[in-house]
């Protein structure tokens, strides 16, 4: 007999009663994403706090060795090599912990799946919810990753467009848990509306669900800890992926 997961493999399983109604078809939040113009939500009071916690712990505990540095810092060429004034380029630049969990035979993989994360990352109830939000159908089979944004992590202005990916090119949806210590103090969300960035969410909120219909711009902002929580503040960040269903 296989051993039991230690992480609920059905996303239902994390959700309260307000979460069960998105599910349903019968929450505000229902199509909240139907609209194309309309590229993010981030919905609270979804998720079952304690299960949220629970799930945090086993992630700081089992997970923690296995991710990776994901560094890419700003080029120093961005400045240095510029020829004409105010022609600034900048590429996606990053600093976090990360796990992509696609390679079956990484270490990350491996783990993750003994705990059952990758399973609740791709369970049929987790389309269910993002569908419902979306207001369109996803395709069965999806991505996963795991974040985590110590203290300062962040990810800078990008877009996630694809267009070398022929199904990813016209739009996709991007999925997030997050889960989120206690010596955190803050993280945004900040993303572009109408050209401009003047759209801002908090994220450090634990079972806090965002959803993202890309490609769009957009970054978060440095994970901030509260006062000598520096190196205990952690946002954890459970991702799934999802193209568009034929």
């Known amino acids: ?12 399983d994390l959700l309260n009663r307000a979460g069960k109604r998105v599910l349903a078809g019968t929450a505000s939040a229902c199509g909240a994403l ?26 700081e505990r089992e997970m923690s060795a296995v ?3 994901l560094n890419q810092p700003i080029p120093p060429e961005s400045i240095w090599e510029m020829e004409r004034n105010y022609d600034d380029w900048l590429p996606k630049s990053v600093r976090c912990r990360t796990a992509y969990l696609e390679n079956r035979r990484g270490a990350a993989w491996r783990r993750a799946k003994e705990l059952g994360l990758v399973d609740l990352l791709s369970s049929q109830s987790m389309i269910a919810f993002g569908e419902a939000v979306l207001g369109r159908k996803l395709d069965r089979k999806g991505g996963q ?33 997050s889960l989120v210590g206690p010596g955190v103090a803050h ?8 050209g401009h960035f003047t759209e801002m969410a908090p994220v450090a909120e634990s079972g806090c669900l ?31 992926t999802f193209l568009y269903a034929d």
């Not at 007999?1 to 996303?11: L, W």
């Not at 959803?211 to 205990?232: N, S």
């Open 210 to 240: 965002t959803l993202y219909r890309l490609p769009f711009w957009h970054y978060t902002t440095p994970l901030q800890a509260k006062p000598k929580q520096e190196q205990k503040a952690a946002r954890w960040v459970l991702l799934g």
């Open 67 to 69: 991710l990776s540095d």
């Open 187 to 194: 993280q945004y969300l900040v993303y572009a509306k109408s």
């Open 145 to 177: 990753q795991v974040l985590r944004y110590g203290h300062g992590d962040y990810s800078g202005p990008h877009t996630d467009h694809t267009p070398e990916i022929k199904r990813a090119a016209k739009g996709y949806l991007d999925f997030h848990l």
């Open 34 to 59: 139907a609209d194309p113009r309309r590229r993010f939500v981030a919905l609270r009071g979804m998720v079952d706090k304690a299960k949220a916690e629970r799930l945090r712990g086993t992630l």
């Open 1 to 12: 007999m296989p051993p039991k997961s230690q992480i609920p493999i059905e996303f239902e």
